[in-house]
């Protein structure tokens, strides 16, 4: 008896044991695609995160707050003139910067404006003093000010700020002209050996991850209820310790063919710019990443299904059809530029968290048959559409559960995994 009972756990120890991810495409095509499917809910590994090793800090005898010698910039950024004064413009989500310096206090001179779309409220930061984070709202009052970012420290200790924009350039555009402390600054975090792209709409920007669906239409879409410093793009960075860039913006799609959203712009035509609004071209050579994540065609899906009430489905027609082939023309030649912008990046081709009918199984035949025919950097993942904040939008724990699917995707897919 006791050895039935022994097989029969030792079997359910296996079951349990059995990775996430499985290999080999749902068309059984033998050419190496591999898919994960929302069905296994990879759960957000948090409790697994190793901790970073301690870096080695010297004293900066001269202090400069534009130099990467002295402040660690995060994110897509630019240095220029903006309202008067020498200035980083940070205005694209979790873009921002990292100091570390033994004072009691840490100041920064910003200028926040408010933003392309009205009355939605003022734009928000994430604030993490040694690995503890709060959020800041910013204030708009057409001028610099002084922000004191962290105060009534051990003057004694090396401590290490960083600065993450919360909210997307729709509500605020950031600048950051100093960096002061009443203290000694001292060398900021080394760049990652892991770089990552992520391109997405209002998902990725962190739309309603704040709120809990009961919210009024009224403040569905208050900027109080959007952080991207939450959602499944930082945690798989943080989990990984890289260093990462958004571009993403809500409402927008990838093909301009399907773009119904009055944004005016698609995906396609902006993500090599430094910001969507901003058509200054991004230089690549400056952060090349090794993993691109694209999590596009939710707001696409919207242009292509029936017209009828309540249906998720498509509605076959001339239209449609061209619509979607246009969407995945626009998909494929994306995919092209950016394998020949960032030559050793594996991109990740992502959908689901919205939608349990989406364009999914498109974009799944679309990697399969670029796999096919050679591109073998390119693969896709399935998301999962769970627990929702505001405006049917992902809450925090629907993004955890997607981080875990995206980290068992680079797992399986690149040899990926926490700090190795």
């Known amino acids: 008896m006791k050895k039935i009972v022994y097989i029969i756990l030792s079997l359910i120890l296996l079951l349990t044991l059995t990775p996430f991810y499985a290999c080999g495409g749902g068309?059984?095509?033998?050419?190496?695609?591999?898919?994960?499917?929302?069905?296994?809910?990879?759960?957000?590994?948090?409790?697994q995160r190793e901790e970073r090793p301690v870096q080695v800090k010297t004293e900066i005898s001269e202090f400069d707050a534009f130099s990467e010698d002295c402040v660690k910039w995060l994110g897509r950024n630019?240095?220029?003139?903006?309202?008067?004064?020498?200035?980083?413009?940070?205005?694209?989500?979790?873009?921002?910067?990292?100091?570390s310096?033994?004072?009691?206090?840490?100041?920064?001179?910003?200028?926040?404006t408010a933003g392309a779309v009205a009355n939605i409220g003022n734009g928000y930061i994430r604030v993490y003093v040694d690995g503890e984070s709060r959020r800041v709202e910013l204030t708009t009052n057409n001028?610099?000010?002084?922000?004191?970012?962290?105060?009534?420290?051990?003057?004694?200790?090396?401590?290490?700020?960083?600065?993450?924009?919360?909210?997307?350039?729709?509500?605020?555009?950031?600048?950051?002209?100093?960096?002061?402390?009443?203290?000694?600054f001292y060398t900021p975090d080394l760049a990652s050996d892991l770089k990552i792209d992520f391109y997405g709409d209002s998902i990725t920007a962190g739309f309603g991850i704040l709120g809990h669906g009961d919210e009024t239409a009224l403040t569905q879409t208050s900027?109080?209820?959007?952080?991207?410093?939450?959602?499944?793009?930082?945690?798989?960075?943080?989990?990984l310790d890289a260093d990462f860039?958004?571009?993403?913006?809500?409402?927008?799609?990838?093909?301009?063919?399907?773009?119904?959203?009055?944004?005016?712009?698609s995906m396609k035509e902006v993500y090599q710019n430094y910001s969507v609004y901003d058509d200054t071209p991004?230089?690549?050579?400056?952060?090349?990443?090794?993993?691109?994540?694209?999590?596009?065609?939710?707001?696409?899906?919207?242009?292509?299904?029936?017209?009828?009430?309540?249906?998720?489905?498509?509605?076959?027609?001339?239209?449609?059809?061209?619509?979607?082939?246009?969407?995945?023309?626009?998909?494929?030649?994306?995919?092209?530029?950016?394998?020949?912008?960032?030559?050793?990046?594996?991109?990740?081709?992502?959908?689901?968290?919205?939608?349990?009918?989406?364009?999914?199984?498109?974009?799944e035949n679309m990697v399969n048959g670029l796999r096919k025919n050679g591109a073998d950097y390119v693969y896709s993942v399935e998301l999962f559409t769970g627990k929702l904040g505001a405006f049917g939008h992902p809450s925090v724990s629907?993004?955890?559960?997607?981080?875990?699917?995206?980290?068992?995707?680079?797992?399986?897919y690149c040899g990926i995994n926490a700090r190795n």
């Open 398 to 412: 629907s993004n955890e559960v997607n981080a875990g699917i995206v980290l068992e995707a680079l797992s399986a």
């Open 223 to 239: 900027s109080s209820l959007w952080d991207g410093t939450l959602t499944y793009a930082a945690l798989v960075s943080d989990y």
């Open 143 to 184: 001028a610099y000010y002084d922000l004191v970012v962290a105060k009534n420290l051990d003057a004694a200790e090396i401590h290490t700020v960083k600065v993450l924009k919360a909210t997307e350039e729709d509500f605020s555009r950031l600048y950051v002209s100093g960096i002061s402390t009443d203290g000694a």
């Open 282 to 363: 991004w230089d690549y050579s400056k952060y090349q990443p090794d993993i691109i994540v694209i999590n596009l065609g939710t707001n696409d899906y919207s242009s292509l299904i029936g017209t009828s009430a309540g249906t998720t489905i498509f509605n076959p027609n001339a239209e449609t059809d061209a619509k979607l082939n246009a969407f995945l023309e626009d998909y494929t030649a994306m995919i092209s530029d950016l394998h020949i912008k960032c030559p050793k990046a594996k991109i990740l081709c992502c959908l689901g968290m919205m939608n349990a009918a989406s364009l999914y199984s498109e974009i």
């Open 27 to 47: 068309s059984g095509d033998n050419y190496g695609q591999t898919t994960i499917t929302p069905k296994q809910k990879a759960v957000y590994p948090v409790n």
């Open 245 to 265: 860039n958004t571009v993403c913006k809500q409402g927008i799609a990838l093909s301009s063919a399907c773009d119904t959203n009055l944004v005016g712009f």
């Open 78 to 99: 630019k240095t220029g003139e903006y309202y008067g004064e020498t200035a980083v413009a940070l205005t694209n989500v979790a873009s921002g910067f990292s100091v």
């Open 101 to 112: 310096f033994k004072g009691s206090r840490l100041t920064v001179r910003i200028y926040s």
